[in-house]
């Protein structure tokens, strides 16, 4: 993919994790577990994994976080963010690249999700200088098998639609 279209491709999916995020923000979710998110712009971090690489989907959670945080949060919300997605999208990465014939759309996002909230527990106990809030890891664990399914239902419908449109196909 030439450079310019892969930037203006990125900066697309960055606008549409955003919303994901936005939209994500505005639903009440009926637990008695806080913290618990749906995870909606993983869809696009998936996306861009799978058409862009590695990179792109670092600079895309990078970038999303930056912006959602500054909008909506601060540098709490910043720090636990970064540190789940970050952890999130090299562990889709790796399992994307290195062991796709074993591991479908949908595993990938339940090890995304499993992850990101691996990353969120750890910046939480570095911040808090506090270990126990590992106590909260299992409900973690089994939101993120929840979540990170429909979330790579999502992602696998949407990567299967854009194979089909051809959009990412290299030019002649």
């Given at each position: 993919?030439?450079?310019?279209?892969?930037?203006?491709?990125?900066?697309?999916?960055?606008?549409?994790?955003?919303?994901?995020?936005?939209?994500?923000?505005?639903?009440?979710?009926?637990?008695?577990?806080?913290?618990?998110?749906?995870?909606?712009?993983?869809?696009?971090?998936?996306?861009?994994?799978?058409?862009?690489?590695?990179?792109?989907?670092?600079?895309?959670?990078?970038?999303?976080?930056?912006i959602?945080s500054?909008?909506?949060?601060?540098?709490?919300?910043?720090?636990?963010?970064?540190?789940?997605?970050?952890?999130?999208?090299?562990?889709?990465?790796?399992?994307?690249?290195?062991?796709?014939?074993?591991?479908?759309?949908?595993?990938?996002?339940?090890?995304?999700?499993?992850?990101?909230?691996?990353?969120?527990?750890?910046?939480?106990?570095?911040?808090?200088?506090?270990?126990?809030?590992?106590?909260?890891?299992?409900?973690?664990?089994?939101?993120?098998?929840?979540?990170?399914s429909?979330?790579?239902?999502?992602?696998?419908?949407?990567?299967?639609?854009?194979?089909?449109?051809?959009?990412?196909?290299e030019?002649?």
């Open positions: 993919m030439e450079k310019t279209r892969k930037i203006i491709t990125l900066a697309v999916f960055v606008s549409q994790a955003l919303v994901l995020s936005m939209i994500e923000n505005l639903i009440p979710l009926p637990t008695a577990f806080p913290g618990v998110k749906l995870g909606l712009a993983n869809i696009i971090v998936i996306t861009t994994i799978v058409f862009l690489g590695f990179k792109d989907a670092l600079v895309l959670v990078a970038l999303r976080t930056a959602f500054f909008l909506t949060g601060g540098l709490t919300l910043f720090l636990f963010s970064i540190s789940g997605g970050m952890l999130s999208a090299i562990a889709m990465s790796i399992v994307y690249y290195r062991l796709k014939n074993t591991f479908s759309i949908i595993g990938i996002s339940i090890i995304g999700a499993v992850t990101h909230n691996i990353g969120q527990l750890m910046a939480a106990a570095a911040i808090m200088k506090d270990l126990s809030v590992m106590n909260y890891l299992p409900v973690l664990m089994l939101s993120g098998i929840a979540t990170g429909l979330v790579g239902v999502c992602s696998k419908y949407l990567v299967k639609a854009l194979r089909k449109s051809r959009i990412f196909e030019s002649p």
